[in-house]
């Protein structure tokens, strides 16, 4: 990294929402040195997550714009700022939506990776240090997105939302990891933790949802049931461990009858990935097993949402439970499971469906729009 850029506004090309729904604009920005426990890096590679989509169009939220995108990326630290000793020039890194303090009760839990400082907030554009952005444009601030906004070829960072990874991981790869691939299958490995030889149903074959596929193929599961009302998505799940498909639309009664049939009396695990409706979340609490079964909620609810079921659904020993980036500590866990990359333990490439420039940018929501895509990722370099 060039050291003549240390301490100086940086001039770089990123990605501007300046209206809910409206075309990204290809801008050149300032983006400002970083402040105290900040990081500035380069962003090399951004993938689009559909967080990303679902706050460009403004739905369930505060609209906050302009605003730059994007938190699933791989990048170069390019400088950092006071206090930070944990991450130098030229380090490989993941920016995360979500973070570690490594000091409050939360990070100090081996229960809970739900940073009192550093958890994922929605609504706050400004960096948490003096509540200022590190953008702008003709002197004109432009908002930040959960912390990370990789949209950008240069995006500052806190310090705690930052994994150092392996200096030999491919970017245009291991980015992904940084969001929903790690979402899913830590929802699977390390909240849902099918035995083997269990039943396991996935609600939603999106990214997560084949994600989670994965992690319950990787714990040993004999039938991952995939449930999901688009056909097309049921092509290529068996790549990710599905052995069984399931559309609702093809039955005329609620699904978690259908599948207590298919199972006798109900599946082991289940795992909700759709985000759909609240009525999904209840059936796959409904479809699994009394006794032991365990439903897991990764998806976010409106916030009006409100679940029913009957309590003795409870009582007869079925658990429900939720899940934050698949418990995954950011800074702690994320560069193993950048390892379990490099040892081959795990593809990410089955999950690389596109790719484009960050001029073609809008070419990625397209896709994810019309349900033709994984992941697409965006190279901020081309």
Not at 133 to 143: A, E, H, L, M, N
Not at 306 to 327: D, E, S
Request: net charge neutral; proline share 4%.
């Amino acid at each position: 990294m060039s050291s003549s850029t240390v301490g100086q506004t940086i001039r770089c090309k990123a990605a501007v929402a300046w209206e809910a729904g409206k075309p990204l604009a290809i801008e050149e920005i300032e983006v400002a040195p970083p402040q105290k426990m900040e990081v500035r890096m380069k962003i090399h590679f951004t993938s689009l997550c559909h967080s990303d989509v679902y706050f460009w169009e403004a739905r369930g939220q505060q609209p906050l714009f302009p605003r730059i995108l994007g938190h699933e990326a791989g990048g170069v630290v390019e400088s950092v700022g006071e206090g930070v000793t944990s991450l130098k020039p030229g380090d490989k890194v993941l920016p995360l939506f979500t973070g570690e303090c490594g000091k409050c009760r939360h990070c100090r839990s081996t229960e809970s990776n739900l940073c009192d400082l550093l958890r994922i907030n929605l609504d706050r554009g400004v960096m948490l240090s003096d509540g200022k952005t590190r953008f702008s444009k003709d002197g004109r601030p432009i908002y930040h997105f959960v912390g990370t906004s990789t949209f950008s070829q240069y995006t500052v960072v806190h310090a705690g939302c930052v994994a150092k990874i392996n200096q030999e991981a491919p970017l245009d790869k291991v980015c992904v990891l940084s969001c929903g691939i790690s979402t899913g299958m830590g929802a699977a490995l390390n909240v849902a933790k099918p035995t083997k030889g269990s039943t396991v149903a996935i609600f939603g074959l999106g990214t997560v949802g084949l994600a989670a596929a994965e992690g319950a193929r990787i714990a040993g599961a004999s039938r991952i049931i995939g449930i999901d009302i688009n056909p097309n998505r049921f092509k290529n799940a068996s790549k990710f461990g599905v052995t069984e498909f399931v559309n609702p639309q093809d039955h005329d009664k609620p699904i978690q009858e259908v599948l207590k049939e298919m199972t006798d009396g109900g599946v082991d695990r289940s795992i909700e990935c759709t985000g759909v409706d609240i009525s999904v979340t209840v059936s796959a609490f409904e479809c699994v097993h009394d006794g032991w079964g365990v439903a897991v909620l990764v998806s976010l609810p409106n916030k009006d949402d409100l679940f029913k079921t009957n309590p003795v659904n409870f009582l007869q020993g079925r658990t429900l439970t939720g899940t934050f980036f698949g418990n995954y500590k950011p800074l702690s866990d994320i560069p193993s499971v950048v390892e379990k990359y490099m040892n081959k333990e795990l593809e990410v490439e089955k999950f690389i469906t596109h790719k484009v420039s960050l001029f073609d940018i809008n070419k990625a929501f397209d896709y994810m729009l019309k349900g033709e895509s994984l992941r697409c990722i965006i190279d901020m370099d081309a």
